[in-house]
C-alpha cells in the first residue's frame, strides 16, 4: 500500500516538471515568433515606401523626356519651314568665303583669288641686282610686264595658278665677276627644274632654261636658290634682266 502511494507521488511530480517546462518554452517560443514578424512587417514598410517613391521618379523622368521630344521636334519645323533655295545658297557662299580665304593667304602674303576662265600669263624681271644670297632664297621678280589672271605676286616672287592645266615656265639668271647661283624651280613645295649659271672673273653671263608641268588651281610656283652653289650677285639692269616667265597651255 504504501509502495503503490509512493509510485502516484513520483508519477505527480514528474507531471507538474514537464508542466513547468512546458509552460516555460511556451512564453519564450511566442516572444521569438513576435519579434521576427515584427521585423517582417518593418521591411515590407521600407519596400512598399522604395517603391512610391521611384514611382514618383519615373513618373518625373517621363515628364522630362516629352518635355525634351517636344522641343525637338519644334526645333526641327522652325529649321525645315525657314529655309529655301535661295537662303541655302547664301549659307553655302558664306561657309565657302573663308575657306577660299584661307586658301589665299599662303606664307604671310596676300594672293590674288583663283577659279579664272581666261588666258593665263606672266612675265616679270627684277629692277635691281641681288647681292648676299643664301640658301632657299626666293627670287623677287618686281617689274610685272605681263600678268593676265594675276598669278604672279610683284613683292613675293611667287605665282599661284589661277587655273588647273598644263603650264610653260622659263626663266634667266644673269651673273657677274666670278658669281654662281643655282636655280630651282618650285610647285607646290617641290622642285621640279634647276639652272647653274657661273660667270669667271670680270665675265657677264646669263643663261635659261624651261620647264613643262601641270599645275592644279591654287599651287605655289616660284624660283629660289639651292642650299648650295650660291656666291656673289645675280645680276639684272637694263643691259640685260633676270627675269620669270610662264603660261598655260589651252
Not at 23 to 42: K, Q, V, Y
Not at 112 to 124: L, N
Not at 205 to 221: K, L, Q, Y
Request: with cysteine; hydrophobic share 35%.
Amino acid at each position: 500500500m504504501q509502495r503503490t502511494f509512493n509510485m502516484w507521488l513520483r508519477y505527480l511530480a514528474l507531471g507538474a516538471i514537464v508542466c513547468v517546462c512546458s509552460c516555460t518554452e511556451e512564453p519564450a517560443n511566442l516572444a521569438a515568433n513576435e519579434d521576427e514578424n515584427i521585423d517582417i512587417l518593418e521591411e515590407l514598410r521600407l519596400l512598399r515606401k522604395m517603391v512610391v517613391e521611384n514611382r514618383i521618379l519615373i513618373t518625373k523622368q517621363e515628364t522630362e523626356l516629352k518635355t525634351v521630344k517636344r522641343e525637338l521636334e519644334e526645333t526641327k519645323r522652325n529649321c525645315h519651314c525657314g529655309s529655301t533655295s535661295d537662303e541655302k545658297k547664301i549659307t553655302a557662299k558664306k561657309v565657302e568665303v573663308p575657306q577660299k580665304k584661307a586658301t589665299l593667304i599662303r606664307r604671310g602674303r596676300i594672293i590674288p583669288p583663283t577659279s579664272h576662265d581666261g588666258p593665263v600669263a606672266f612675265y616679270g624681271y627684277m629692277s635691281t641686282p641681288m647681292t648676299n644670297i643664301g640658301g632657299h632664297h626666293t627670287l623677287v621678280f618686281d617689274v610685272i610686264k605681263t600678268n593676265s589672271g594675276n598669278g604672279l605676286h610683284p613683292t613675293t616672287g611667287v605665282f599661284m595658278a589661277p587655273s588647273s592645266g598644263f603650264y610653260v615656265f622659263t626663266w634667266t639668271i644673269r651673273e657677274f665677276d666670278n658669281s654662281y647661283h643655282s636655280v630651282e624651280l618650285v610647285v607646290n613645295g617641290q622642285e621640279v627644274g634647276a639652272l647653274y649659271q657661273h660667270a669667271g672673273p670680270g665675265e657677264d653671263d646669263m643663261s635659261s632654261t624651261t620647264v613643262v608641268i601641270h599645275v592644279n588651281e591654287g599651287e605655289d610656283v616660284f624660283l629660289r636658290t639651292k642650299m648650295d652653289f650660291n656666291q656673289g650677285v645675280i645680276n639684272s639692269s637694263i643691259h640685260g634682266y633676270s627675269s620669270f616667265a610662264g603660261w598655260k597651255l589651252n
